[in-house]
């Protein structure tokens, strides 16, 4: 859902007792030890919208693009909310994936139980992974819960259920009911037990709180401790509680602005440093250029990246310090819209104009261990930090050195550093090049991706 009603929220939160579920949002109990599903380390994520993916907007129809997915080195699919949505008070024709109807049912436009259940059993054969969006912080306006369970929801002044911000289509949940909170876990865990799938992607987890992130965590661990838990927030709170991996906003915002000229290219380091100092150790951060939210409400990646300037911050996501990077459906094709929220609009395929871009980097990430969300980063300098940012990974003996012009001038690169000399390869060129302290242009928005590998002494 959408982050800037984040402030409206918080207003909520203070003025209304209902809405005080945030008891604990910086973590009052020690953090909780992250141990990273070991897959996760050197993969991806790629976020599937059933809706919109195919004309037909069905499981069995995605199922006919796996085999071009796998082939473009995607890892892990993020499939958004697959439960049936609300009619209630349903905004646009076919209402919001985010209202919710019922936790345990299968939204019938996308078709049955058992066709989910054959589509994860297929992207399983094929080596890859399955998580799916789940809302935990409200549900839609006709949930059976409302008639069945009404304590479990947050009251307005009228004594009814409160709508969650200002989504009028939703109904807030009250964390504190602890039968609502083990009723949620529970709906969880039938998904783990039985559809088989690999973890969660929390919608609006930054509003629920961190006894209950603990709790739910860990009892979900015990069905599959394997399992991948992604937080839709940036508050340390949410991996202090047992998050694998959170959103960096603040870093999103900050490229946007490098990307637009306002500000230099070096900003970003500031937000890395910030980063570090907050978060739990070996936090994982979900990079993107843009996902379902950004893409229909704030012109991503088409706007904010636009033409060339898109390639050296998909490169930057791939590449970043603890991260695992993220590609919204479509944009391999690219798709140069905000595609509708409430309504059909399916994406067309044909051109893959960036599959092969895509596949460079997803295959990078994958053999090398130095693009591991725990390998190390360290700044290098080429040259004029306003415009260039480069830098080296490096875990094991390999190592990954990325330079990228973030303006719209030429810019001159000067490799100084001894460690970084030899004939690496070049990445997207397949051919090794010398750096030997010559320097040399490199274009507008550019950018040059080098890899290392140890060499095995026995």
């Not at 973030?406 to 001894?418: A, G, P």
Request: with cysteine.
């Amino acid at each position: 859902m959408k982050k800037r009603f984040a402030i409206i929220l918080l207003v909520l939160v203070i003025s209304h007792p209902a809405f005080c579920q945030q008891d604990d949002l910086i973590g009052k109990d020690a953090e909780m030890p992250i141990k990273h599903p070991s897959w996760i380390m050197q993969g991806n994520i790629y976020e599937v919208n059933i809706r919109q993916y195919t004309k037909e907007g069905t499981f069995n129809a995605f199922a006919k693009h796996l085999s071009r997915i796998k082939a473009m080195g995607v890892q892990t699919l993020w499939f958004m909310p697959i439960n049936p949505i609300s009619k209630a008070d349903r905004k646009g024709t076919l209402g919001s994936y985010y209202a919710v109807s019922d936790y345990t049912g299968i939204n019938p436009e996308y078709g049955t139980i058992t066709d989910w259940k054959k589509l994860v059993q297929l992207i399983h054969s094929m080596g890859m992974k399955v998580i799916i969006d789940w809302v935990p912080n409200h549900t839609g306006a006709d949930h059976h819960w409302l008639t069945e369970q009404p304590d479990f929801f947050a009251k307005d002044s009228a004594g009814k259920a409160a709508v969650a911000v200002d989504w009028a289509d939703t109904r807030q949940l009250n964390y504190n009911n602890m039968v609502m909170q083990d009723s949620m876990i529970n709906a969880m865990k039938y998904w783990l037990i039985k559809t088989g799938i690999d973890g969660f992607r929390c919608d609006v987890a930054w509003n629920v709180p961190g006894t209950f992130w603990k709790k739910c965590i860990s009892q979900l661990k015990k069905v599959n401790q394997n399992i991948f838990m992604l937080a839709e927030g940036d508050k340390p709170y949410l991996s202090r509680n047992g998050f694998d991996a959170v959103y960096p906003w603040d870093m999103f915002h900050m490229m946007i602005k490098v990307a637009a000229g306002e500000r230099p290219a070096f900003a970003s380091d500031s937000i890395r440093q910030k980063v570090n100092a907050s978060f739990a150790k070996n936090t994982i951060q979900m990079y993107f250029t843009s996902n379902h939210d950004e893409n229909s409400w704030n012109k991503s990646d088409y706007g904010t990246f636009p033409g060339p300037v898109h390639a050296p911050f998909a490169v930057f996501t791939q590449t970043m310090e603890s991260g695992v990077p993220l590609i919204y459906g479509g944009q391999e094709e690219p798709v140069l819209r905000p595609l509708e929220f409430f309504e059909k609009d399916p994406m067309s395929f044909g051109r893959f104009q960036r599959a092969g871009f895509y596949k460079t980097l997803l295959s990078l990430r994958k053999r090398s261990p130095a693009l591991s969300a725990d390998a190390s980063f360290r700044k290098v300098w080429v040259g004029d930090d306003k415009a260039l940012y480069a830098f080296v990974r490096e875990k094991a003996g390999n190592k990954i050195f990325v330079i990228l012009n973030l303006s719209q001038t030429e810019q001159v690169i000067n490799v100084k550093d001894k460690t970084l000399s030899g004939n690496p390869y070049n990445v997207f060129m397949g051919t090794k090049e010398p750096l030997n302290g010559k320097s040399w242009k490199i274009e507008p928005w550019g950018y040059v991706v080098y890899e290392y590998i140890a060499v095995n002494k026995k």
